[in-house]
């Protein structure tokens, strides 16, 4: 293993935090796994039952979990414990070395506690997640361009159906307070870095971790559940499966640290003098979302625990013929599945909000009701998971209270309306593609919006469940809204996280070919669903084909459109203009830094009084 | 909501992007009640029951009362879009105010919401009283509905049995749902019910059909390899045919 360090930082010779890499602990994990896996091959016991499969599951399992630990120690999570109990806790330089210092373009490859490292590689791995999961969304629509789909077969279909769902829905949680939450937000509050910079790193990391069971997974079996992964389908589903849950599992703990590393750095490390209302708002979304993560993943966590003590151990927390429910599974999983969608939400709605004051050149409207509309959707959005439930038949009596809640939520939703029109009301129109995402953004979400209140009634939902109109309600609020907002945060920030400029003629192209081909393709999705085709299917009635086709021709606009944006960043990221220091003359405190940003951001660390929002001619 | 302005300034009604934006409220109110119910109501399912009549109507009835917010959105989008905009890579000027806040148009904005959302809630909570109260008719046919990987089947009161599903028109039916492997979603298309079918319970959804005719019952909740395939058909026939069915194929059981 060579260290690409140039000097020695600490010992004399290559201690071992300067060996560890992620090719260290790539070798590491696939050496442990394999060991685990033969191990338990040779010694587990045969499956004395009936039931099938038990003590595969349990090899699998085994080994996935064998690959995790030795990933994660072979990446370095662990020298800092390990030191620590040691009682020789890390010294200053081996800390500087830990950040990154003068080590180049290795340092995205190891376990680096810099906030804006961490940032970086979010910022890649979100883009991997969305090129795998939009080709996947590519297969589904074209398997859907004629009727009898056919030439994916059903197993494998499912299987790409359920993937899309859940590595999108993992896309999108992490691609506005993974990127931006760790890049700009430490800035933006005047800090040096993160509160816990190793927890930075050990988040990250394991997510990169988690993604190799989902990809094992698709070699033994699928996720032929969708993303949702409902039991008992779930405990008759292949080996698969565990690749499902050891990704949930690592992930869910990947989201549980982030969580409280972030709050924890907003509520104690923001400059002095930025009191509560002179925190930008996009510091109060990042703050909600990674909050409302926090009793939500627990959840999801142990959700996924019981879900695979039920296939390999045998118990029957969701097997009916033992006592169980899958009831209790659809509760535990929309416990976590409701609040998820506004930590998808509520970020990139605010990201846009702390754009608007810059583009309009004017304050933000009613910062007031922004905070409240936020903190109003966090509060409420744990209270409404049984709107996913309204026709399982499990607790009918409890529709109407839930119908309550669901509904409810589109007061503080429509704040962030008014939050949004009020600043663009008698504003200087500044044209980019982030002031249009505003746009964007207002129409999609209205879409989606007012589609929801219809899935909202459980009379107008004993029709909708389960019918492509919910499939095309939920792309139109994550994204048509969290989306939009998300490539306008990148287009925003890329100048202060490259250092240079995204190409503006790129960045419109993009713009209009994605938002063209989504409202294509979600229009067309709403007629199939009212017309009565159900989600996740592989074939349909001949009836629904226009719709589908339709559908399908929008997908493809979008698929170039995002092309276009790959292309942007990358030609931008290599040889875009060098952009100045405070590109659009905002007054939050991340444009106050040089580019490049120096190791620790600020020299001395700044004093704010006022709010960020001091836009406008003051009346003489 | 053209509060959004100064309040103190006298007569800010009268202000020109005002006026502008307020004919625009009208006719985007208009366009998007009318799009939005046009765009729900042909698309959607020939309904073949009451409850379903129901639905559409409730769509019709959200649609037109979400449209003056939707519209007031809009207008005031397109108000700003059509205002002097910038374009370059420098800054424009900037805005001749420093307006923050506006507490009227914050109250007004927030009771109209809660008023609009109590609407929707009070519309839904009378249907939904409707539809619960369908379950408990002591008159209609008790239907029994199982689920199974991949295929429904029904078992009617006098024991015959089938795989596609015979119901007399106008006379109220009970479905009892359950399901012998994995969750199912009994949906019949055109009467606009849904339920869950689950392993181990058994749930209930009622509906009077209206129409005779073939429907389509089709499964709503992925269940495994042939999931898409999981479909049949309803025939909503006259009450003596219905009788003359069911009499013929429950001789048929007996035989068996």
């Known amino acids: 293993m060579t260290t690409l360090m140039s000097k020695p930082v600490s010992a004399p010779g290559k201690s071992v935090i300067e060996r560890l890499n992620i090719v260290t602990a790539v070798v590491l994990g696939a050496v442990s796994a394999f060991v685990v896996w033969r191990l338990a091959l040779q010694f587990l016991p045969a499956d004395t039952e009936v039931r099938l499969f038990t003590r595969e599951d349990k090899i699998t399992l085994l080994s996935m979990v064998a690959w995790f630990i030795g990933f994660m120690t072979g990446i370095g999570a662990l020298v800092g414990p390990f030191r620590w109990v040691m009682g020789k806790d890390l010294s200053h330089d081996e800390n500087m070395f830990l950040a990154g210092k003068d080590m180049g373009v290795n340092r995205y490859f190891r376990y680096t506690t ?56 993992v896309g999108t949680i992490i691609m506005v307070t993974g990127p931006f939450g760790n890049f700009i937000m430490p800035i933006m509050i005047g800090a040096r870095d993160m509160a816990f910079p190793r927890l930075n790193a050990l988040s990250f990391w394991l997510i990169v971790a988690a993604a190799i069971p989902l990809i094992w997974a698709q070699f033994i079996g699928g996720i032929s559940t969708g993303w949702s ?218 879409i989606g919006g007012i589609t929801g209140i219809y899935l909202s009634d459980v009379p107008a939902d004993a029709f909708l469940h389960g019918s492509m109109y919910v499939t095309a309600h939920f792309h139109y609020t994550l994204m048509g809204a969290g989306l939009t907002g998300a490539l306008a945060a990148l287009v925003y920030w890329f100048p202060k996280m490259t250092g240079r400029m995204f190409d503006k003629k790129l960045s419109w192209i993009s713009f209009w070919l994605v938002q063209i081909g989504f409202n294509v393709a979600f229009i067309g999705m709403f007629t199939v669903g009212l017309a009565g085709q159900p989600r996740r299917v592989e074939s349909y009635a001949s009836t629904f084909n226009t719709g589908n086709l339709i559908t399908t021709i929008g997908a493809y606009t979008i698929m170039v459109g995002m092309l276009v944006l790959l292309h942007g960043v990358i030609s931008s990221w290599r040889s875009g203009d060098k952009a100045p220091m405070n590109p659009w003359q905002a007054k939050t405190l991340e444009w106050t830094v040089p580019n490049p940003i120096p190791l620790e951001n600020f020299d001395v660390l700044p004093t704010v009084t006022s709010d960020a929002y001091g836009y406008g001619k003051a009346k003489s | 909501m053209t509060d959004l302005m100064n309040s103190k300034k006298p007569q800010w009604w009268k202000s020109p992007d005002v006026k502008k934006t307020a004919i625009l409220w009208v006719i985007c109110t208009a366009i998007v009640g009318y799009v939005g119910t046009e765009f729900h109501v042909r698309s959607i399912v020939e309904p073949a029951s009451e409850t379903m009549t129901g639905v559409i109507d409730l769509m019709r009835i959200f649609t037109w009362a979400a449209s003056p917010v939707a519209g007031l959105v809009f207008a005031i989008c397109l108000t700003v879009l059509t205002s002097k905009r910038h374009y370059g890579d420098n800054p424009p000027a900037e805005a001749d105010h420093q307006i923050s806040n506006s507490p009227r148009a914050n109250a007004v904005w927030i009771v109209v919401s809660a008023l609009l959302c109590l609407f929707a809630l009070i519309t839904g909570l009378i249907v939904l009283q409707k539809d619960s109260e369908a379950v408990l008719e002591s008159t209609a046919i008790q239907m029994n509905v199982t689920g199974s990987q991949w295929v429904w ?104």
Not at chain 1, 149 to 168: F, K, L, R
Not at chain 1, 311 to 317: E, I, P, Q
Not at chain 2, 179 to 199: E, R, T
Not at chain 2, 225 to 245: F, G, I
């Open chain 1, 114 to 169: 810099d906030h804006k490292v961490v940032g970086i590689q979010y910022l890649v791995i979100t883009m991997v997640i969305f090129g795998i999961g939009g080709i996947l969304a590519m297969l589904i629509r074209t398997n859907l361009g004629t009727p009898e789909g056919g030439w994916i077969h059903p197993q494998a279909y499912n299987s790409i159906v359920g993937t899309h769902g859940i590595i999108m829905i």
């Open chain 1, 229 to 446: 992964a409902y039991n008992p389908l779930a405990g008759q589903a292949p080996l698969g499966m565990n690749g499902y849950i050891m990704f949930i599992c690592i992930f869910a703990i990947s989201t549980m640290v982030a969580g409280a590393n972030i709050t924890t750095t907003i509520v104690r490390m923001r400059a002095n003098g930025m009191t509560w209302n002179r925190t930008p708002i996009f510091i109060y979304g990042t703050m909600a979302s990674v909050a409302l993560a926090l009793p939500a993943f627990p959840v999801f966590f142990l959700s996924q625990v019981m879900s695979a003590m039920d296939r390999a151990l045998d118990t029957s927390f969701y097997n009916t013929a033992g006592g169980g429910s899958g009831w209790l599974y659809e509760n535990l999983f929309w416990i976590m599945g409701h609040p998820e969608v506004y930590v998808i939400l509520i970020p990139a709605v605010a990201a846009l909000m702390e754009m608007a004051p810059v583009f309009t050149r004017r304050p933000l409207f009613s910062f007031n009701v922004a905070v409240m509309g936020i903190a109003g959707i966090s509060g409420l959005s744990v209270l409404v998971w049984a709107h996913h439930m309204y026709i399982s038949g499990w607790a009918p009596l409890l529709n109407a209270p839930f119908m309550l809640t669901t509904e409810l939520i589109s007061i503080p939703t429509g704040m962030l309306f008014l939050v949004l029109v009020g600043t663009l009301w008698r504003g200087r129109l500044w044209m980019t593609m982030p002031t249009m995402s505003i746009f964007a953004l207002l129409w999609n979400f209205m």
């Open chain 2, 153 to 256: 089947s029904f078992d009617y009161p006098n024991g015959a049995r089938s795989e596609d599903l015979y119901l007399p028109v106008d006379k109220p039916v009970v479905f009892h749902i359950t399901s012998v492997d994995v969750k199912h979603s009994f949906w019949i298309v055109q009467m606009g019910i849904k339920m869950d079918a689950n392993p181990g319970a058994i749930t209930e959804a009622a509906v009077t059909p209206n129409k005779i005719g073939v429907f389509d019952i089709r499964c709503a909740e992925l269940c495994g390899l042939l999931h898409a395939y999981m479909q049949t058909k309803v025939h909503v026939v006259s009450q003596n045919d219905y009788d003359k069915w069911v009499a013929e194929h429950a001789a048929l059981e007996g035989r068996a």
